[in-house]
């Protein structure tokens, strides 16, 4: 884009460049404008990202070995240890103090714990150990073994795990000899690549699979309990976390797999010596669903379980100050990291911010106190090297603190002192989280601005310019290849120098948007017009905006943004009550009827998708959750509504077809046989995985049970990607041709098309019904029932939207007529006439994508998400398949109403001659007005998200709802770019090829 001095492009290039876009067509220049939207948005975003969601910053320094001229600090109490995971065992599985009323299905079924620390409490403790979120499973083994604490994009890596570069208990046994051998889930082979004398890893991520690692941990497990030879034996289970996953902790299922873990635990703790030590763990617990990866109490609340045959490790009665009162006392899950580590005589990991349980060491004074200020010393390494002043500052006040009191003669015993100022430190550190770049932060709010800007100044300049909108788009374009890049140039070495760092791959992406994005902002002052003609509206036309600012203002309240959900309806509610006021200004009865009826059915089906819910913590008490059953499994009652979905869905589009005579040609067959059997074949599949964990199922019909659900899958899905698309692109138009003889029979007379009216919109809207069976394949059956009702709520709003089109061009042909002195031709609409679309049109769709969103069990937080979509045709985890259908899961309702968006501009649209009805205009026009919406609320929670950075919700609130909301608007991007470059333009080229071989 510029050349090697950072001038502008060269006359030459610039000549070749504008030639190049003059002789695209419009259907390429309106693609075109929609990937480099995408590319700002994506650029902007990935500049705010980089500088608010950094990682921690990771310190490869490694504490020293033990040798005899570094002496350890106390002495080890055990030469081995074999450590058991658990995956997802909440700490309530083994507590001996269960809620009032216990679950018969995970409560008093492991209780070998809490019977051993009740028969041998000095050799026997359980604690509720707390994860730090995010709670999925490579986070918590990082915290487990090096002792820090995670971050919130941390979460995103769960499916990548690359290898740990930073000290931890299992390089430090390494180094220090030790043989270490593990068991189970793979991920810790990700993260220790070379690090086991004996490795046996198992696939984690098939949640299908209740038993195949379980049984393969414990299948290689006794062996080596047995024959020794090793130093440290690491299992970790998978079972227990799967169950949660497949059917929630209350089910049999889940009573099954706890017995068979206690079973295994007693006989690990009858085969162990005295010398051994014996630790069982959670990593995380999970949620009435059985889900985690959010910071809700159970979803943070982890076993911990600590065992010695013969040495006591439990000394709290030698303290009163850290006797247990009541319950289980809470322990930081990371202060197992120092406390295994001096019981086994290892240097704490580098990098650790966990605090010795101070029960294992309290008998000797001395070791309690040589203990804890071994971890202050650590901890005062690591926050040097880490080089914050607001900790360093933290614990200088500490070590003050007790300096003063010490010289005052309040007895203060050091270890307690240092226990308390390591707790200071380690919650300091939670707070800072993370360093915030506040260079890159600000760079992608302008940017994320720019883009919104842009896309404003494109919608007018597009609306604004007719018939020939092409012009102002190819100066825009024209604009920023010869402007733009000096423009970029100029904000890249601006960008350089405010952040003080060498110009790099992002900065050189972040300089070409900004400089691209400024070009097309300049371009109106080229095209006389642009601005002009968007001065003046009427209400019907500000509505819309009115409606993004408010949603927009709202991401500045965390109370808003945790009530979205609510908010969405009653936005969208609002607007429906709007046209049904409208109604009365209508100048005929059919049309006020028709406005009404329209108005009102939006509203009604609305209110209805908003009843599904899936309730934030925060939301409580006063949400109640109708997405899930009361114990968090799938709400499999609504089965009775799957009839609705494949029965009388297909019946309703043939209806509303058959209103403008559409129901024609390739219409019946797709609809009412290939649509209507591939909805049917995505129902099936989650009977059948209903039927696969039923409690009456004969254990051997299982296995067929999932193959037919499997095969059930994958014929939905060749259909959509193959059988849909075949038939839709190679059939023609929506349309039926009667030809009427003359009285004698010989010659045709008359020639009459039927459907001609809606040949646009009935022909792209078949291509809808694609992505509706992709999305509905990969939801749940309330889900599917919402799909459903969004795709009727889409329909009441293109008629109602096309009713009041009707009625704007009646009152105008009224209006001319009684001008002219006309009498009899009032309300006769002119042949040609038409209504741009506005922006208001696109709102209710974009709102719309909101509320599918919600209403088909999402939230802005990781533990709503529907893990089990990714074995959707799929036995085991197959990438990239398996990531892409959670995806569309999670984000494909919201991309099936941007599939929508042509429809506004084609439903009810005749083709004419010489495209007299700019239908790819009003298309790229509504385009441009989606993205805007979407663009704009992007742009707001990252505004909120980084004012309030330091707010007390920004992890939990602020930070998920700008990813969500990063997320939707490249989805919304790439749906709208498959709506107009592959949906609109086979369309069209149906609709073109039609003209050439019938005369009308």
């Given at each position: 884009m510029a050349d090697p001095k950072g001038g502008a492009l060269p006359a030459a290039a610039r000549r070749a460049a504008s030639a190049w876009i003059a002789g695209l067509s419009r259907t390429t220049l309106a693609v075109l404008l929609l990937i480099i939207l995408m590319f700002i948005h994506l650029v902007g975003l990935a500049t705010f990202t980089h500088g608010f969601l950094l990682t921690r910053l990771t310190i490869p320094e490694v504490s020293p070995i033990y040798n005899s001229s570094h002496p350890a600090p106390v002495p080890a109490t055990h030469s081995k240890a074999v450590v058991i995971i658990i995956d997802a065992l909440r700490t309530d599985f083994i507590t001996p103090f269960p809620p009032d009323p216990p679950s018969p299905f995970h409560h008093g079924i492991l209780s070998l714990p809490a019977e051993m620390t009740a028969a041998h409490p000095e050799r026997s403790m359980i604690f509720d150990s707390f994860s730090d979120p995010p709670t999925t499973t490579m986070q918590r083994i990082k915290g487990i073994t090096t002792g820090s604490l995670p971050t919130f994009i941390d979460a995103g890596a769960n499916f990548a795990s690359t290898a740990i570069e930073e000290d931890s208990l299992i390089s430090q046994a390494v180094a220090a000899n030790k043989s270490v051998v593990f068991m189970g889930d793979d991920t810790w082979l990700n993260l220790f690549p070379d690090s086991f004398s004996a490795a046996y890893p198992y696939d984690s991520f098939n949640v299908e699979d209740l038993h195949t690692v379980d049984n393969g941990v414990i299948e290689h497990l006794f062996p080596h309990l047995e024959k020794g030879g090793w130093d440290v034996l690491i299992g970790h289970f998978l079972g227990v976390d799967h169950v949660g996953h497949r059917?929630?902790?209350?089910?049999?299922?889940?009573?099954?797999?706890?017995?068979?873990?206690?079973?295994?635990?007693?006989?690990?703790?009858?085969?162990?010596?005295?010398?051994?030590?014996?630790?069982?763990?959670?990593?995380?617990?999970?949620?009435?669903?059985?889900?985690?990866?959010?910071?809700?109490?159970?979803?943070?609340?982890?076993?911990?379980?600590?065992?010695s045959k013969s040495t006591p490790i439990n000394h709290a009665s030698h303290s009163d100050s850290y006797a247990e009162e009541e319950g289980l006392r809470q322990i930081n899950q990371i202060d197992l990291v120092p406390t295994l580590a001096l019981m086994l005589g290892l240097p704490i990991p580098f990098n650790n911010l966990g605090n010795i349980i101070p029960e294992v060491f309290v008998d000797e004074p001395e070791n309690f106190a040589a203990a804890a200020r071994a971890v202050t010393k650590q901890i005062e390494r690591y926050i040097h090297a880490y080089g914050n002043a607001a900790v360093l500052s933290t614990f200088a006040e500490c070590r003050r603190e007790y300096a003063e009191a010490h010289a005052s003669g309040v007895p203060v015993l050091a270890a307690d002192a240092d226990m308390n100022t390591n707790t200071r430190v380690l919650e300091a550190l939670r707070e800072l989280w993370a360093q915030f770049s506040v260079a890159h932060i600000v760079m992608g709010v302008i940017l994320l601005a720019l883009g919104v800007a842009a896309t404003i100044a494109l919608y007018l300049g597009v609306r604004n310019g007719g018939p020939k909108w092409d012009q102002y788009v190819r100066m825009a374009l024209d604009t920023a290849v010869s402007a733009g890049a000096g423009v970029g140039s100029v904000a890249g070495t601006v960008a350089g120098i405010y952040t003080r760092e060498p110009i790099q791959g992002l900065q050189v992406f972040f300089s070409v948007a900004v400089g691209t994005a400024s070009a097309v902002l300049a371009a109106p002052l080229f095209v006389r017009g642009t601005w002009s003609a968007s001065i003046t509206g009427t209400l019907q036309q500000a509505i819309g905006p009115i409606i993004l600012l408010l949603h927009a203002l709202s991401f500045a309240s965390n109370s808003f943004v945790m009530w979205e959900d609510r908010m969405v309806v009653f936005l969208l509610v609002s607007l429906a009550l709007f046209h049904v006021l409208r109604a009365l200004t209508a100048p005929q009865a059919s049309l006020r009827l028709r406005i009404l009826g329209f108005g009102i059915l939006f509203a009604f089906l609305v209110r209805t998708l908003g009843l599904s819910t899936v309730c934030r913590e925060e939301q409580q008490p006063y949400c109640s959750v109708t997405f899930y059953e009361a114990n968090g499994s799938p709400k499999w009652s609504v089965y009775g509504l799957i009839p609705f979905v494949f029965m009388l869905l297909p019946r309703v589009?043939?209806?509303?077809?058959?209103?403008?005579?559409?129901?024609?040609?390739?219409?019946?067959?797709?609809?009412?046989?290939?649509?209507?059997?591939?909805?049917?074949?995505?129902?099936?599949?989650?009977?059948?995985?209903?039927?696969?964990?039923?409690?009456?199922?004969?254990?051997?019909?299982?296995?067929?049970?999932?193959?037919?659900?499997?095969?059930?899958?994958?014929?939905?899905?060749?259909?959509?990607?193959?059988?849909?698309?075949?038939?839709?692109?190679?059939?023609?138009?929506?349309?039926?041709?009667?030809?009427?003889?003359?009285?004698?029979?010989?010659?045709?007379?008359?020639?009459?098309?039927?459907?001609?009216?809606?040949?646009?919109?009935?022909?792209?809207?078949?291509?809808?019904?694609?992505?509706?069976?992709?999305?509905?394949?990969?939801?749940?059956?309330?889900?599917?029932?919402?799909?459903?009702?969004?795709?009727?709520?889409?329909?009441?709003?293109?008629?109602?939207?096309?009713?009041?089109?009707?009625?704007?061009?009646?009152?105008?042909?009224?209006?001319?007529?009684?001008?002219?002195?006309?009498?009899?031709?009032?309300?006769?609409?002119?042949?040609?006439?038409?209504?741009?679309?506005?922006?208001?049109?696109?709102?209710?769709?974009?709102?719309?994508?909101?509320?599918?969103?919600?209403?088909?069990?999402?939230?802005?937080?990781?533990?709503?998400?529907?893990?089990?979509?990714?074995?959707?045709?799929?036995?085991?985890?197959?990438?990239?398949?398996?990531?892409?259908?959670?995806?569309?899961?999670?984000?494909?309702?919201?991309?099936?109403?941007?599939?929508?968006?042509?429809?506004?501009?084609?439903?009810?649209?005749?083709?004419?001659?010489?495209?007299?009805?700019?239908?790819?205009?009003?298309?790229?026009?509504?385009?441009?007005?989606?993205?805007?919406?979407?663009?704009?609320?992007?742009?707001?929670?990252?505004?909120?998200?980084?004012?309030?950075?330091?707010?007390?919700?920004?992890?939990?609130?602020?930070?998920?709802?700008?990813?969500?909301?990063?997320?939707?608007?490249?989805?919304?991007?790439?749906?709208?770019?498959?709506?107009?470059?592959?949906?609109?333009?086979?369309?069209?080229?149906?609709?073109?090829?039609?003209?050439?071989?019938?005369?009308?």
């Open positions: 059917v929630g902790p209350d089910r049999d299922t889940m009573r099954d797999k706890l017995a068979q873990m206690d079973a295994v635990l007693r006989r690990v703790v009858a085969e162990l010596d005295d010398d051994t030590l014996l630790v069982v763990l959670g990593d995380h617990g999970m949620n009435p669903k059985g889900d985690h990866g959010g910071d809700s109490p159970l979803e943070t609340s982890a076993g911990l379980w600590l065992y589009v043939a209806i509303v077809l058959g209103w403008s005579k559409s129901y024609a040609g390739p219409a019946p067959v797709f609809v009412a046989v290939i649509w209507r059997a591939v909805v049917l074949l995505g129902g099936l599949y989650w009977c059948l995985e209903w039927m696969e964990t039923w409690d009456g199922l004969q254990a051997e019909r299982v296995p067929l049970v999932k193959s037919v659900k499997l095969w059930l899958a994958r014929f939905a899905m060749s259909a959509v990607f193959g059988l849909m698309p075949y038939i839709w692109a190679s059939s023609g138009l929506c349309l039926d041709i009667e030809r009427e003889k003359d009285q004698t029979g010989e010659r045709e007379d008359e020639v009459t098309v039927l459907g001609y009216g809606n040949a646009f919109g009935s022909t792209y809207f078949l291509f809808v019904l694609m992505g509706f069976a992709l999305v509905q394949l990969v939801s749940t059956p309330l889900a599917q029932f919402v799909l459903g009702g969004a795709i009727i709520a889409v329909i009441a709003h293109l008629e109602l939207t096309d009713s009041q089109r009707d009625a704007v061009l009646l009152h105008s042909s009224f209006v001319q007529d009684t001008a002219a002195g006309a009498g009899a031709g009032a309300f006769d609409a002119p042949r040609d006439a038409m209504v741009r679309p506005s922006f208001t049109d696109a709102v209710p769709l974009a709102l719309l994508g909101i509320l599918a969103f919600f209403s088909t069990g999402h939230q802005a937080v990781l533990a709503t998400i529907q893990w089990k979509s990714a074995f959707v045709g799929f036995e085991t985890v197959t990438y990239p398949w398996s990531p892409l259908l959670v995806v569309l899961n999670t984000w494909g309702p919201t991309a099936l109403m941007a599939l929508c968006v042509p429809l506004l501009a084609t439903w009810n649209v005749s083709p004419r001659p010489n495209a007299s009805v700019p239908v790819l205009a009003h298309t790229l026009q509504m385009a441009l007005a989606f993205s805007t919406y979407f663009a704009t609320i992007t742009l707001a929670s990252a505004t909120t998200a980084a004012w309030l950075r330091r707010h007390l919700m920004v992890w939990k609130v602020f930070a998920p709802r700008f990813m969500l909301a990063g997320v939707t608007l490249v989805v919304v991007d790439l749906a709208l770019l498959v709506a107009v470059g592959f949906g609109l333009r086979i369309t069209s080229w149906k609709v073109w090829r039609t003209f050439k071989s019938v005369s009308v």
